[in-house]
């Protein structure tokens, strides 16, 4: 009794002390008690790769080849470390053979794809950034039409994982997610998701599958770390800040549309068998004596726009979705807002991007043209990515890319009320 009363006077007569101690002891017990649940959930996947690993395959068949594009940069650097711990023991285990190739600098993933020979399967691994470069990539190629139905798998190891979420299940452990996509890429099951083409006047195209977005809430949003010095104010401090510099935060903005297409049933993924010869004969003269009437001119819409923020989007968010028409969305913000309304919304487009008010415009269409105010300099968010603004056309290309998607994540977007 008399040990344990001086142990209690000498933790009372050195209280700091004491009080730095069981800080340090507390987060060491946290940190390593997150490191064995890292460990459990890599050990669990790992389980579940090695069955696909342990699966048969027929003589004349060989293993899978997947191409991975790995950007080291991502995620502060920590890119590297995060695919060799949680990802490539996986595919190592399910017997795919893999061939990692690193970017070493902005812009590279581009170039990459013009060389890349084909593949089962591509990999992304990194962030909005990697994916974007690889996706515009691979559609510049003149062979684009032959590489566009290589299914590929996204792997969230950047700061910005935009498409991940309509993809697999997201949580607060990294180490979950990035080991729920790998195991997703596995199991084989595939969606298709729209892509935008943006091109300028003289620029190559590039593509995007979130969307195009430009106005004041992203010159915002943009800023936000330079006042990391305020903590949790921030946003608030940004958005305050923007309007002492320019007020009203309202541009009129042109874009001419063309109405949405209808969209076509789903191919059969087998291939038909061929009509007989008379049978091609006969449709052959139909075609000869009545030939189909020539197309209608398309007739563009043109919409005059006074607007704090526009966004042109694609539909996936929810990739799963049926729908009637193949269209992109425009989405114009308001510019009658309070300065208070102002810092508000932006509170809420910093966490979500595509979230606009009630009293937006929306429009759909198939292809859109968007011409700024004369002076009106600045940049675009293309998927995350800044790039100069200038005048350019926007056009949906539906369903031109398959991407891996986990089984449960489709049937809850399938679920959802539309």
């Known amino acids: 009794m008399a040990r344990i009363v001086k142990v209690f006077r000498t933790l009372r007569n050195h209280w700091k002390k004491s009080t730095l101690a069981v800080c340090v002891l507390s987060y060491g017990g946290y940190w390593l008690y997150g490191k064995h649940c890292d460990s459990v959930v890599r050990r669990e996947a790992c389980q ?59 812009g590279q993933a581009k170039k990459l794809m013009e060389l ?32 566009s139905s290589t299914p590929i798998g996204f792997i969230p190891l950047g700061s910005h994982n935009s498409l991940s979420p309509s993809l697999h299940f997201l949580s607060d452990n990294k180490v979950k997610d990035i080991t729920a996509a790998t195991l997703s890429i596995l199991k084989g099951e595939t969606v298709p998701v729209d892509v935008l083409q943006i091109k300028g006047e003289k620029e190559q195209p590039v593509f995007a599958l979130i969307g195009l977005r430009w106005g004041a809430f992203r010159d915002v949003a943009a800023k936000i770390s330079k006042y990391w010095y305020l903590g949790p104010l921030k946003t608030n401090a940004a958005h305050w800040f923007h309007t002492l510099r320019e007020w009203p935060l309202v541009h009129d903005v042109s874009v001419s549309l063309l109405a949405p297409r209808p969209r076509p049933p789903d191919l059969d993924p087998q291939r038909p068998p061929r009509p007989n010869l008379l049978h091609r004969i006969i449709r052959r003269l139909k075609n000869y004596w009545s ?17 704090a923020e526009l966004y042109i989007q694609t539909h996936n968010k929810n990739p799963a979705e049926r729908r009637i028409n193949d269209s992109l969305m425009i989405c114009a913000e308001p510019g009658n807002k309070t300065v208070g309304e102002f810092i508000s919304v932006g509170n809420k487009k910093v966490k979500d991007p595509t979230l606009f008010t009630e009293n937006s415009t929306k429009l759909e269409a198939s292809v859109c043209r968007l011409t700024l105010p004369e002076g009106a300099a600045g940049f675009y968010n293309i998927d995350n990515e800044e790039y100069e603004a200038m005048p350019v056309e926007v056009r949906l290309l539906p369903r031109k890319l398959r991407f891996f998607i986990s089984a449960e994540r489709r049937e809850e977007l399938i679920s959802q009320p539309q």
Do not use: C
């Open 291 to 307: 030939p189909p009437a020539a197309e209608e001119p398309e007739k563009w819409e043109e919409q005059q726009l006074n607007t």
């Open 116 to 147: 890349m020979e084909q593949t089962d399967m591509l990999i992304v691994a990194g962030g909005d950034g990697t994916l974007q470069e690889v996706i515009t990539g691979l559609l510049r190629r003149p062979d684009q039409e032959a590489f």
């Open 48 to 106: 579940l790769a090695r069955e696909f690993g342990r699966q048969h395959i027929a003589p004349q068949e060989r293993l899978k080849k997947a191409t991975v594009i790995l950007n080291p940069a991502a995620s502060n650097g920590k890119a590297n470390n995060l695919f060799e711990k949680n990802a490539a023991p996986i595919l190592h285990l399910a017997g795919v053979e893999i061939t990692v190739v690193k970017t070493d600098y902005e």
